[in-house]
């Protein structure tokens, strides 16, 4: 079995997986968000400290399997660098006191094997990552072969979000609350920009929306709940609009056969439904991760974990570190 486990962010989690059957043993996840919510994102210093108290918590629950472990795997990059070192800290002395090798595990690659989790791998596939912030199209052939077609040249999908909520006091995480306002309210209230429309470019940005968005705010005397609902409805609406549009453009030049949208922000349905509509019109076989695995878990990064313990992909005590920002 494997050992994994996730502190990219704010969420504390670790996972048990059986090599030879994917199958997964344990998992257990412990979020931070009502602690966060109170200044309406994460705060990392915040975050690093909640990791302390409750990755050593969900480890004691995992000792009865510590004789059948042939690996530590953990998320070492992307993500905020504080907490990801909680993680990286716990691998390091799970691996020096158990006397079993250490797995790095790229965040972003954990998210496109949710869609894998208890089952074999297939690909090629073409897929859409909208996590954290990470608003991406990745051409996926194997583990180590993934080439980025796109990716924003600003804020991320999910960003956006929670800075739409942020800016109307509704909370966090923004995404859930602002999907939930949305579905009461008007989507057609607020015209908003549709960002890089008149551009031939595939790429995405979200921060002239997110500015519209602002000054929209600003322009009402009072923000009522059927003000708040239908900004939520046209904010969500021009996001959606956006990605939509470059993915046209995309499937127009190659339709994929394969397709996924995976990450946090996989979970919006209003997202997911033009998604499939897409793939409805191109005959193109649309692959989505279990809600439950859509945001960050151990699960994912374990399922990743099982596939580079078997091409031997190792990694040496001194040569695992953490990285904030990088690629697939």
Do not use: W
């Amino acid at each position: 079995m494997i050992l994994s486990i996730e502190s990219s962010c704010d969420d504390s989690s670790i996972a048990i997986t059986e090599i030879n059957s994917k199958k997964l043993i344990y998992h257990k996840k412990i979020s931070q968000e009502l602690q966060h919510s109170v200044y309406g994102g994460v705060v990392p210093e915040l975050a690093a400290r909640l990791h302390v108290e409750a990755l050593p918590k969900i480890l004691e629950e995992c000792q009865p399997y510590f004789t059948q472990l042939k690996a530590i795997a953990v998320t070492n990059a992307p993500g905020l660098a504080v907490t990801l070192m909680e993680g990286v800290t716990m691998a390091k002395a799970l691996s020096l006191s158990l006397n079993i090798p250490l797995i790095a595990v790229n965040h972003l690659k954990g998210h496109i094997y949710s869609l894998f989790i208890e089952k074999e791998a297939s690909f090629p596939m073409l897929v859409l990552l909208v996590s954290g912030g990470h608003t991406q199209v990745i051409e996926v052939k194997n583990l180590n072969t993934m080439h980025v077609m796109a990716k924003t040249i600003d804020d991320s999908f999910g960003e956006s979000f929670d800075k739409v909520a942020k800016m109307l006091n509704l909370g966090y995480p923004g995404g859930p609350i602002v999907q939930e306002y949305a579905l009461k309210g008007d989507k057609n209230a607020y015209e908003l920009p549709i960002p890089l429309s008149q551009s031939a470019q595939i790429a995405f940005s979200y921060s002239g929306l997110k500015n519209a968005v602002r000054m929209a705010i600003e322009k009402e005397k009072e923000l009522t709940q059927e003000v708040k609902q239908n900004i939520c409805a046209s904010f969500q609406k021009a996001a959606v609009t956006h990605i939509m549009q470059k993915m046209k453009k995309l499937f127009k030049q190659n339709p994929p056969t394969h397709f996924a949208i995976v990450g946090g922000a996989s979970a919006n349905i209003c997202l997911r439904n033009e998604i499939e509509a897409l793939c409805q019109q191109y005959q193109t076989t649309l692959h989505l991760s279990q809600l439950q695995y859509c945001s960050d878990n151990a699960a994912m990064i374990g399922r990743v974990g099982v596939e580079h313990y078997l091409a031997g992909d190792f990694i040496s005590m001194d040569e695992l570190d953490v990285f904030s920002r990088t690629q697939v």
